[in-house]
């Protein structure tokens, strides 16, 4: 499995905050997916939201995720530790028996809550910690907290996560798609990943939404946005 992990991250305000002033963190992880994007060279991938935040910050392109499956790879992120230190390195196989993290160590959403931050979990609402931690989470939308709140909002696009959307008013041409070299040339293949680019095209409505609002509501030039895969592309058989 492509081990790759996507990562950029798009500063939409200038360097210089006032030291009272927290910037807004929104932190948008896109399911099973890698560098098949636009703004990595990809010709085939329409990505024009994801292109255009990248144009606007720091674009890696040396970047690796420490495991190839969601919950372990998530585990790690949310925490900044390495996944097979905090107890978390095997898939959902401690659902009946979480473990607890180990002492002192907090994730990312505990570390801003209790720095004054209001932490929401949007979309489709996933985490997929392989660990028992408390709910760090205070709403489920960026609007519920205080006037003139810093906020962490955690997004998830589950779009890109088989089984694959089709992107009907979009469609992609299965018998025009250019496969990696790895895969079999033959139609169930291409039908695959052409879904796959589809699925992508509507992530990207979904990121260029989340932008909009951004802009709409004023806060654009106060946020840091983080656009990240959480564990590489799924193959065609999973």
Known sequence: MNRIILVFLALLTSLAYAADRKPNIVWIMTEDWDTTIGCYGHPEAKTPNIDKLASQGRRYTTAWCTAPVCSTSRSAMATGYHQDFIRSGQHRTAKKDMKPLPDGIQTVPELLKENGYFTCLMLSKKTDWNFLSPDPWMGSDWKQREAGQPFFAQITLQVSHRKFKRDKGHPVDPASVKLPPYYPDCALIRR????????????????????ERLDDEGLAENTIVFFIGDNGLCHARG
């Open 192 to 211: 695959d990943w052409a879904d796959g680019l589809e699925s992508l095209q509507i992530a990207d409505r979904q990121v260029g939404g989340i932008l």
